[in-house]
């Protein structure tokens, strides 16, 4: 029989330490910390790297706001492709939902840029001052030479990173490799000097000075994630039943192998397997101690696990006293095989259902699309008029996109009314993701179609492959 689920407990925002007060994590080594480093190195490969890839030409990627067109591999993408943009954000706003139910804070603890760029700002930190002892001592000794270079030292190079990163940045709206020439020339526009500026700026005060205040007090995802968890949600959790009631003891102190269910019997003083070190807590970037449950200030880095996983092979116990689990599981002491059983449950199937079917949809229309956008637009200014044969004619402008990065030449037809013509053919060509536009002059005989609105049809097609083909309705007036 299941048994009923007591409401999830959330501890609210109580920092543990002053919130003016700097936090000095301590260095970790351990399998999650090489997780976050490999997640470290591969993001900011991505981050530093795209911008420089070429492809048919020009960059990979480039959002060139200048000639309102974004490149993205293959794709180009034109200010009406919008709607795309719009579908990307809600994919992306359902894929938060989902993987922030099933897995937690896994984004905010390995690829979040705000926790990846402050692990390279503490990285440096750690590199020029110290491990947290050595860090604690300079900040707190008077200042000197020494002192003085360090720390000129550290902000010197956090800033330059910062610069580079900005710059990068501006690079995928402006082409990267113009940046860099312009760089040493001087000769940065305006509106790039202020976007390097500013996000330069912003790196080094988030990563270098606003840390964990920003995922703590300021950032909106880790508000409201708290909604989407559940009782299965995956999450950073100390295990009270094993850990409890803790304190020091010899490294040597006996344990028996099943420490949860007979602790008071055979270890010492009736102690868990918390030996209170504090490790965990002085490894943490946000200051908080786990061992107080499930709290809004844990990013869900897991630097806790792998300091406490070292401890407990210090003290011979089995490891996983802090562990990756769920309410459920901790206190149902639940197998990973029913973990991930009670992970696909109906509220992630839902989920997981709408964003494959929404992903397909955007994928297909995607794929499928026509390298070519076709708009026919009514002369305003010439309704409808008797032209020099004696038929009747009616003058559109026709606008034509070829979104794709070779030149083409499209040929016009048109249909809709007996004897409806061109009045004379019509070839555009367009050069490689260009926009241009044509006159179309139409005619009929008269007597072809009684006075009013006639609704015809305007076709431009590829010389070269008629099946890249549009047919645009529009209205031809017989007065
Ligand atoms: S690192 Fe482990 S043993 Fe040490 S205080 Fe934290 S939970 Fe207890
Ligand atoms: S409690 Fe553990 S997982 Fe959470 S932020 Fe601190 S160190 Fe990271």
């Given amino acids: 029989m299941t048994q009923p689920t007591p409401r999830r407990k959330i501890i609210p925002i109580k920092p543990v330490a002053d919130p003016d007060s700097k936090i000095y994590p301590r260095s970790i080594t351990g399998l999650f910390q090489r997780w976050r480093w490999f997640?470290?190195?591969?993001?900011?490969?991505?981050?530093?790297?795209?911008?420089?890839?070429?492809?048919?030409?020009?960059?990979?990627?480039l959002f060139d706001l200048e000639a309102r067109r974004a490149y993205l591999f293959n794709l180009v993408l034109w200010p009406q492709d919008a709607i795309y943009l719009a579908i990307l954000l809600t994919l992306s706003a359902l894929a938060l939902f989902l993987f922030t139910t099933v897995a937690g804070r896994l984004w905010c603890g390995y690829s979040c840029p705000q926790t990846v760029y402050t692990e390279i700002f503490l990285w440096i930190e750690r590199q020029l001052e110290g491990d947290r002892p050595k860090r604690m001592k300079l900040d707190a000794a008077p200042w000197s030479a020494r002192k003085a270079g360090i720390k000129f030292s550290k902000h010197g190079i956090w800033l330059l990173l910062s610069f580079w990163t900005g710059l990068t940045f501006v690079g995928y709206f402006t082409p990267i490799r113009e940046l860099v020439a312009s760089l040493s020339s001087f000769s940065f526009g305006p509106w790039e000097i202020f976007w390097v500026l500013f996000y330069g700026f912003a790196t080094y005060g988030n990563a270098g000075f606003l840390r964990e205040h920003m995922c703590i007090y300021i950032c909106p995802y880790a508000q409201f994630q708290f909604v989407m968890f559940d009782r299965d949600t995956l999450l950073i959790a100390y295990d009270t039943a094993r850990g409890e009631p803790r304190g020091s003891r010899a490294r040597n102190a006996k344990v028996d192998d099943n420490p949860i269910e007979t602790k008071t019997d055979i270890k010492p003083a009736g102690l868990g397997d918390c030996i209170d070190c504090s490790i965990c807590v002085q490894v943490c970037p946000t200051g908080i101690d786990i061992r107080n449950g499930l709290q809004l200030e844990c990013i869900g880095c897991a630097a806790c696990i792998d300091a406490c996983d070292e401890v407990m092979d210090k003290m011979n116990y089995p490891r996983g006293l802090i562990r990756y689990s769920t309410e459920n599981a901790v206190q149902n002491r639940l197998s990973n095989a029913q973990i991930i059983r009670r992970a696909l449950r109906p509220r992630v199937l839902i989920y997981l259902s709408i964003f494959l079917v929404a992903t397909t949809i955007t994928a297909w229309s995607l794929l499928t699309r026509l390298p070519l956008k076709v708009n026919v637009i009514r002369d305003r200014a010439t309704l409808s008029r008797e032209a020099t044969d004696g038929s009747i004619e009616n003058v559109f402008r026709l606008n034509v996109t070829n979104a794709s990065e070779t030149a083409h030449v499209y040929q016009v037809q048109v249909a809709g009314l007996p004897g409806l013509r061109l009045a004379e053919p019509v070839d555009i060509a367009a050069a490689a993701a260009s926009v241009g536009s044509t006159t179309l002059v139409l005619r009929v005989e008269p007597g072809a179609a009684k006075a009013g609105n006639h609704p015809i049809q305007v076709t431009v097609s590829d010389a070269a492959n008629p099946s890249v083909s549009i047919t645009e309705t529009t209205k031809f007036i017989v007065p």
Avoid: D
């Fill in 39 to 61: 997640f470290v190195g591969l993001t900011q490969l991505i981050f530093y790297g795209l911008c420089w890839l070429p492809w048919n030409g020009r960059q990979a990627v």
